[in-house]
């Protein structure tokens, strides 16, 4: 976009040095020719004020766009890792009452194995 922006100052000046030069060589009085000179050049600061304008609202429209795109792809993006922590998060906490329910049934076994040696030891 900075190379239009160039193109155009290029374009608007070269138009502008161009029909001073013209008026310059023109046949009329020095005081016609000034005024021609005053009006072109006040055509051409219109001119280029509108194009600088344009092009400013056309990159500020092009930033919002793009601000809106990657704001978008951020929520996508973060939602998603929400939901694989979610499914981490589940797996983790299916697999801690897995290991909860092994260990009381190791400690179960424990105790059973306990009263089992204490009923030995009392029959012997």
Known sequence: MANTGSTLLALITGAAIGAGIGMLYAPESGEETRKKIREESDKA???FNKKYK???SNLSE???KARHDFETRLEETLSSASYKADDILSAME?????????????QKDSKTEEVK???N????
């Open 117 to 119: 040696a204490k009923a």
């Open 94 to 106: 299916a697999k801690l009452e897995e290991l909860r329910k092994q260990n009381a049934k190791l």
């Open 54 to 56: 344009e092009t400013s």
């Open 121 to 124: 030891k009392a029959v012997v």
């Open 62 to 64: 092009k930033a919002k």
């Open 45 to 47: 600061q219109k001119n």
